[in-house]
Nanobody, 125 residues
Framework: QVQLVESGGGLVQAGGSLRLSCAAS????????MGWFRQAPGKEREFVAH????????SYADSVKGRFTISRDKGKNTVYLQMNSLKAEDTAVYYC??????????????????WGQGTQVTVSS
């Protein structure tokens, strides 16, 4: 079974930066796109960013546009999230996910078949 593993989370001050990574650790799958979601304590999981595996086209939630950048390395089967100008409201567990079909909407959790276990990002204010 395919497994996704996130890394790179941690504690930073407001205005700082972090770079998250997500790599497929086992198995093979047909990857149409990858996405990042996040979930803060007591809140619902929300869409952050999306990237097409073949074309590299990207999309972002309005809340992170201009501050976050999603990218991928096809050779390493890895997707990244560069997070700059971090704010306290960015504090959450960040999850990567794989869309194997390309059928659903980019911002919906139900569009993604595989999920990582998450990595904690804490931004102090």
């Amino acid at each position: 079974q395919v497994q996704l593993v996130e890394s790179g989370g941690g504690l930073v001050q407001a205005g700082g930066s972090l770079r998250l990574s997500c790599a497929a650790s086992r198995g093979t799958f047909s990857n149409y796109a990858m996405g990042w979601f996040r979930q803060a304590p007591g809140k619902e999981r929300e869409f952050v960013a999306h990237i097409s595996w073949s074309s590299g086209s990207t999309s972002y939630a309005d809340s992170v546009k201009g501050r976050f950048t999603i990218s991928r390395d096809k050779g390493k089967n890895t997707v990244y999230l560069q997070m700059n100008s971090l704010k306290a409201e960015d504090t959450a567990v960040y999850y990567c996910a794989a869309d194997t079909l390309g059928y659903g909407r980019r911002w919906l959790e139900s569009s993604y078949a595989y999920w990582g276990q998450g990595t904690q990002v804490t931004v102090s204010s």
